[in-house]
Nanobody, 124 residues
Framework: QVQLVESGGGLVQPGGSLRLSCSAS????????IGWFRQAPGKEREAVSCSSNNDNSTYYTDSVKGRFTISRDNGKNTLYLQMNSLKPEDTGVYYC?????????????????WGQGTQVTISS
């Protein structure tokens, strides 16, 4: 089965940078449409970014465009999210998940796989 493990979260000052990693096992990353969701306390889970496996297209929610970059290292079976110019509103638990991914939308279905999440806090 597919297993996803996130890492790289932490506490960062506004304007700082952070790089999240999602290590995949059980399936070749190059075969997986996969991306990142986040959830802040009291807020609904939000699609942040995804990477399509078929045409290398990427999706970003409007609030992170120009600041976040999603990438893959297929040799290491690892997905990354480079986050720059971080804002307090970026605070939340970040999850990687397989799903449907196009340049305009990213969502999961009941058969998709999720990681355990990693906490990102932007403060001070």
């Amino acid at each position: 089965q597919v297993q996803l493990v996130e890492s790289g979260g932490g506490l960062v000052q506004p304007g700082g940078s952070l790089r999240l990693s999602c290590s995949a096992s059980g399936w070749a990353l190059e075969k997986l449409p996969i991306g990142w969701f986040r959830q802040a306390p009291g807020k609904e889970r939000e699609a942040v970014s995804c990477s399509s496996n078929n045409d290398n297209s990427t999706y970003y929610t409007d609030s992170v465009k120009g600041r976040f970059t999603i990438s893959r290292d297929n040799g290491k079976n690892t997905l990354y999210l480079q986050m720059n110019s971080l804002k307090p509103e970026d605070t939340g638990v970040y999850y990687c998940a397989t799903g449907y991914c196009s340049s305009t939308t990213y969502y999961t279905r009941d058969y998709d796989f999720w990681g355990q999440g990693t906490q990102v806090t932007i403060s001070s």
